[in-house]
């Protein structure tokens, strides 16, 4: 079955980074754009990043935008967040998800999504 895991959450002073990542199995990978989103307690999930599947399209919520860049590595299957700069706000769980065929920012078209990873930021 399809399973998406990541990993590289954890906890960061403001100001500092993490680098998210996220495997990829039981799925064609190159066939899948792929997403991140995040989630705050006691809010909805709402979309950070996205790329295409060949890598060369990729998409930010204004708040990642110069902050954080996603890359993935269709040879290992796996799929990256790099977030820098990072600030209170950006505490949340962070999801990887996929979609067949089409780079999208809506949380509802993804086919496939992981456990999450837990960031978290102080100030």
């Known amino acids: 079955q399809v399973q998406l895991v990541e990993s590289g959450g954890g906890l960061v002073q403001a100001g500092g980074s993490l680098r998210l990542s996220c495997a990829a199995s039981?799925?064609?990978?190159?066939?899948?754009?792929m997403g991140w989103f995040r989630q705050a307690p006691g809010k909805e999930r709402a979309f950070v990043a996205a790329?295409?599947?060949?890598?060369?399209?990729?998409n930010y919520a204004d708040s990642a935008k110069g902050r954080f860049t996603i890359s993935r590595d269709n040879t290992k299957n796996t799929v990256s967040l790099q977030m820098n700069s990072l600030k209170p706000e950006d505490t949340a769980v962070y999801y990887c998800?996929?979609?067949?065929?089409?780079?999208?920012?809506?949380?509802?078209?993804?086919?496939?999504w992981g456990q999450g990873t837990q960031v978290t930021v102080s100030s």
């Open positions: 790329i295409s599947r060949s890598g060369g399209g990729t």
């Open positions: 039981g799925l064609t990978f190159s066939n899948y754009a």
């Open positions: 998800a996929a979609q067949l065929f089409r780079l999208s920012d809506t949380a509802g078209q993804y086919n496939y």
